[in-house]
Each structure stands twice: as structure tokens, then as C-alpha cells.
């Protein structure tokens, strides 16, 4: 199973990780490699079996409507490489040009 | 009095409650210790000394308290030296998953696991190097550089948990937390001759674990053997609001002072011991097997069929689990951030410079498989499959009490030895993968040496919350064999 540089783009896009053009061709071909190793799960009659999402039953617990403290503000921006009046500070959502 | 270089957790623990030694003065032979020799080994990414003392000196007024006012002892880890994985949160302690991404990041909370622990009084030396957000079998994805195993310093400690592996086989703390998600605890106590266990899944909370795989991550402990992991794993698993998998179920306690094996039933199953297998490792394995019979343990021939399957699952599942958990990691809210004119290129350049190769492909691999078009082909079909895997474990368990099998098909390789082939790495994962996949606990122990002098282990699984028949026959085979006695010359 070979990914095309164009579909390994495509991914890096979709997970928002910039590759060179390099790494574009390294991980083509390891991934490539991956998939065909995993390939052999096709071959495996699955048609009668219900999916494992978890190994525990899955329900999600639920608590009364309570108001509880929360992580106070100023721990939460503690870590943030850029702060401005109390919010998270990014790059222009749009790029400098618009 | 002058420490031995290795003490195991239990004769710590009793040189403190007899007040032979003090907290204070045991946290500072470790450091000491650490200082000197870590050189070496790399076990460490940050010590946290003054943190320690702190928690050493709150430790040593306990045993004062205790000894003047009478009264309830302190806890049994009470004052011991205790070093944590890099992927564990410590509130204040720099958590860096062993990531660039994470450099310079503070968590504001601490681990329910870790601070369970911290509550019953153990000290914190530092936290231990890490495979990047746990993706690995060797420590060698350490985005701050590899950890060196004390019984070869030219071979890898295995991976993911390999500096805490290394810092309990190098006598850098008789205690050591770590995670499992494909056999993270269970591989590098196999390379580092310790003992390590992983618990069922939702048997201690993930809360405050940095998390690869969401389905499959389970936070463990390894120390020299299986009594020094009985008092730690009870005191940090139970219920957690924090963490909604966590189960209800009343945590027991694992002391177990017999060695009669008698009314076990242990299977050894066929599909471990294939071709690939180092044959060292198989007889050991099967030596040991014979030591838990003469201990009166009936051992009985085992199938799970769909072993082979294991790698493939999990190389789908985990992968995709991972693209969505690490896409937190944004440059927005903790962490640094590379320049960008907009925020889409923010994203792309700083998940791109700071993330390393292994979590690239692996985001890569998940984000594929769980892309339109391919999700059930690639994820759906491994979550169908893992229900095979899983009801392999369910059928063995209803012949046998608990399974015993290698950990790893060779003893401790080189470092670099897997090259750029990332797929020969994930193949060091076989006999692992399927307790994750299954959710079943696991308790690896050494069980010998091969002709270099290399550890080798073996795990004992067990069916979901039956941890205490792995604790009782693993201290069972402890109490009548010494290789868990054997250190590197250091």
C-alpha cells in the first residue's frame, strides 16, 4: 500500500504538522511500509463482531448540576507562551493580510 | 549509618520506621548517588532536591510524631525516595512528556496516582526521561536524548518508562513510577531486571497522566520486586472522580506472605514461544514456570489465537487515540510557540518543529486511519479485531488463573540498533500489546541473565482486577529465587 506525497500533504495538513519535503518522502515511504504490515487485518472476518472502543462498558458518569470551583484564571495562563489582558494571545486568525 | 547502594523499598521502608535512618538522610545518599553516577545513565530530565527534603523532612516529623504519641504508624512508603515518569503531572515540577513541545511547561495539578502517593508520604527525587509522549520501546525518542541501561550503558533501558527502569536497576531510588500503554513498564523492567507492574485498565487513574492512548494508558509502578509494588499499588488505585473510566471497585490489599502455589492453574500459551523468540529468554521462561509448579501450581498448555493480530490492532488504535489527544498541543496554551504570521501557520510550524519523528508518524498514521473514506476500513477493523483479542484473554481465564509468557522476543539491544526502521522497533512490542489491547494487568519479574550478562524478565497476566493473584505468585517465585538480588556494577 503506497501513499502518494500528495496524500501524505494531505494528512500533514489535516494534523497540522508542517513536514520538508524530506520528511514528506521519509515518511511516504514508513508509513507506506505501516500500512502494508496492517493491511492484513483485511483479511480477517470481522462481519459477526462489535467493536472495542473500550475494554470497560462505556457510560458516562454523571454528577448533580453543582457549581464547584474551578482552576483559577491566573494558573490556567500560566503556561501560555503569550498573555494579554487575562486571554490567550495568538497569531491573526486570518494572516497579517486580511 | 552509610546506606547500601541498593536497598529494595521494603528494607527502606524498615530502616526508617525503625528509625535507623532518617527520611532526610536516605533522600540524600539517592541524590547523592544520582550526582554522581546519572552521568552515565540519563535516567534523569530534572531532579527536584529541594521539593524532596521538604517531603523527606514532613516524612521524618510523621515517624516522630508516631514514635513519641503512640498510635496508628505512618503509611508503609511513608519517607521513601521515589522517582516519577516525565509523563506524570507534579504540580510546580516542569512536565515535559520528554517533548520539545512541553519544554518549560509547569503543570498546575498533581497526578491523582502521584498524589495518592505524596499523601502517604513518599518523596519526589525527580522525574525520569521518557520515549516522547510515551511512543516508543527504548527511550531512544526522547526528544532531551537516550537513557543508558545500567547493566550495558551501550544498550537502550527499553522504552517507554526506561529512565524509571534504569533508575530502580542503577540503585537511583527503590521506587519508580511509570505508564503502560503497549507494554511501557512491563519492556523496560524485562531489559533492566526489576519488577513492574501494570495494572488493569481503569485500576488507577489517568488523571493527570499526559495521554498517548486513551483506551489503552495505564499508570504502574516498578521497584526491585513484587512485595515493595503491593503497598504502592494499593495506595494508588481506586476510584477517581477525575477520571471517568476509573472503576468502583474496592482496591485489595496484596501482602502475601505464602509461598504455596497449590489451587493456581497457570497457562503458558503456544503462540508466545515462536521462532523469533531468543532462545535464552524461552528457557528462562520456562525455568521459571517449573519453579511456580514445584511451588504446587498446576501449569497447562494455552492457545490465544489471534496473538499475532495484536501488533497490527494496536498500531491502528493507539495511532489514531494519539492524533486526537496530541492535538492539544497547539502553542497556545502551554508550551512554546514558533513564529507565524497566522494562526494556521503557527499550528503547522509549531507542531512541525517541536514535535519528533516517532509522534509525527504516529499523528500521521491516525489521523489516515481515521480520515473519511478509510475510518472503517483501517480503525473500525482494528476495533473489531481487538474484540478477538480480547475474548482470547476471556476464554484462557475461565481455564487458568493466570497466564506466563515472555515480555520481549531478545534481551536489551543496542543503542541505535533499530536504525530508521521504525517498524522493526514496534515488532520489540508482540508479546506486550495484547494486555493493553485486552485491558488485563501484568506483572513482570526477572527471571535471569542471558550469555552477555543482559536481564531477562517474564510477565505473569492476570484476568481484569485479579492483580492479587499475580502479586501472590510472583513473591512466591521472589521468596525462593534470587535474581531480583543481582545489580549492575555501577
Known amino acids: 500500500m503506497s501513499l502518494t506525497l500528495d496524500e501524505v500533504r494531505h494528512i500533514a495538513q489535516l494534523a497540522r504538522l508542517k513536514l520538508t519535503p524530506a520528511e514528506e518522502e521519509r515518511y511516504a515511504s514508513q508509513l507506506s511500509d505501516i500500512l502494508d504490515h496492517v493491511q492484513r487485518l483485511q483479511s480477517v472476518d470481522t462481519a459477526h463482531l462489535p467493536p472495542t472502543s473500550s475494554v470497560l462498558p462505556m457510560a458516562a458518569p454523571l454528577r448533580p448540576d453543582e457549581a464547584r470551583p474551578s482552576t483559577p484564571r491566573q494558573a490556567l495562563l500560566s503556561n501560555a507562551p503569550s498573555v494579554d489582558e487575562g486571554m490567550f494571545q495568538v497569531p491573526p486568525v486570518l494572516g497579517p493580510d486580511r | ?490
Not at chain 2, 157 to 175: K, Q, R
Not at chain 2, 199 to 222: E, H, K, Q, T
Not at chain 2, 274 to 283: K, M, N, T, V
Not at chain 2, 469 to 486: C, D, I, P
Request: charged fraction near 20%.
Open chain 2, 1 to 490: 549509618m552509610p546506606t547500601p547502594d541498593y536497598l529494595s523499598l521494603t528494607e527502606a521502608a524498615a530502616l526508617l520506621r525503625s528509625g535507623d535512618v532518617s527520611s532526610v538522610e536516605l533522600t540524600r545518599s539517592y541524590l547523592d548517588r544520582i550526582n554522581a553516577l546519572d552521568d552515565q545513565i540519563h535516567a534523569f530530565l530534572a531532579l527536584t532536591p529541594e521539593l524532596a527534603l521538604q517531603q523527606a523532612e514532613a516524612a521524618d516529623h510523621r515517624f516522630a510524631k508516631w514514635r513519641d504519641a503512640g498510635g496508628e504508624p505512618p503509611p508503609a512508603i511513608c519517607g521513601v525516595p521515589t522517582a516519577v515518569k516525565d509523563v506524570l503531572c507534579v504540580d510546580g515540577v516542569q512536565a515535559t512528556a520528554g517533548s520539545k513541545i512541553l519544554e518549560g511547561y509547569h503543570p498546575t495539578y498533581t497526578a491523582t496516582s502521584v498524589a495518592r502517593l505524596i499523601h502517604q508520604g513518599i518523596v519526589v527525587l525527580g522525574k525520569t526521561n521518557t520515549d516522547e509522549f510515551a511512543m516508543g520501546s527504548s527511550t531512544e525518542n526522547s526528544a532531551y536524548g537516550p537513557t543508558h541501561n545500567p547493566w550495558d550503558t551501550s544498550r537502550v533501558p527499553g522504552g517507554s518508562s526506561g529512565g524509571s527502569a534504569a533508575a530502580v536497576a542503577a540503585g537511583f531510588a527503590p521506587l519508580a513510577l511509570g505508564s503502560d500503554t503497549g507494554g511501557s513498564i512491563r519492556q523496560p523492567a524485562a531489559f533492566c531486571g526489576v519488577t513492574g507492574i501494570k495494572p488493569s485498565y481503569g485500576r488507577v487513574s489517568r488523571y493527570g497522566l499526559i495521554a498517548y492512548g486513551s483506551s489503552l494508558d495505564s499508570v504502574g509502578a516498578l521497584a526491585g520486586t513484587a512485595a515493595d509494588l503491593g503497598p504502592v499499588f494499593t495506595a494508588m488505585a481506586g476510584h477517581d472522580p477525575l477520571d471517568s473510566t476509573s472503576l468502583r471497585a474496592p482496591v485489595p490489599d496484596l501482602t502475601s506472605e505464602t509461598s504455596d502455589l497449590s489451587r493456581l492453574a497457570i497457562g503458558v500459551p503456544d503462540e508466545y514461544f515462536i521462532d523469533g523468540l531468543q532462545e535464552s529468554i524461552a528457557q528462562a521462561v520456562r525455568t521459571a514456570v517449573d519453579v511456580m509448579k514445584d511451588l504446587g501450581a498446576t501449569i497447562k498448555t494455552i492457545s490465544l489465537p489471534h496473538t499475532d493480530l495484536a501488533l497490527p490492532v494496536y498500531y491502528l488504535v493507539a495511532p489514531s487515540e494519539a492524533s486526537a489527544n496530541l492535538a492539544r498541543f497547539d502553542g497556545v496554551r502551554f508550551g512554546p510557540r514558533s513564529e507565524a504570521d497566522s494562526l494556521l501557520e503557527s499550528y503547522l510550524e509549531t507542531r512541525g518543529n517541536l514535535f519528533g519523528p516517532e509522534v509525527k508518524r504516529r499523528i500521521m498514521l491516525g489521523t489516515y486511519a481515521l480520515s473519511a473514506g478509510y475510518y472503517d476500513a483501517y480503525y473500525g477493523q482494528a476495533q473489531r479485531v481487538r474484540t478477538l483479542i480480547k475474548h482470547d484473554f476471556d476464554q484462557a481465564f475461565e481455564r487458568v488463573d493466570a497466564i506466563a509468557c515472555p515480555i520481549t522476543p531478545t534481551t536489551a539491544f543496542t543503542i541505535g540498533g533499530h536504525g530508521d526502521d521504525p517498524l522493526s522497533m514496534y515488532l520489540e512490542d508482540v508479546f506486550t500489546l495484547p494486555a493493553n489491547l485486552a485491558g488485563v494487568p501484568g506483572l513482570a519479574f526477572p527471571v535471569g541473565f542471558d550469555a552477555e550478562g543482559l536481564p531477562i524478565g517474564m510477565q505473569l497476566l492476570g484476568a481484569p482486577l485479579n492483580e492479587p493473584t499475580l502479586f501472590r505468585a510472583a513473591q512466591a517465585y521472589q521468596s525462593v529465587t534470587a535474581w531480583h538480588k543481582e545489580h549492575p556494577a555501577l
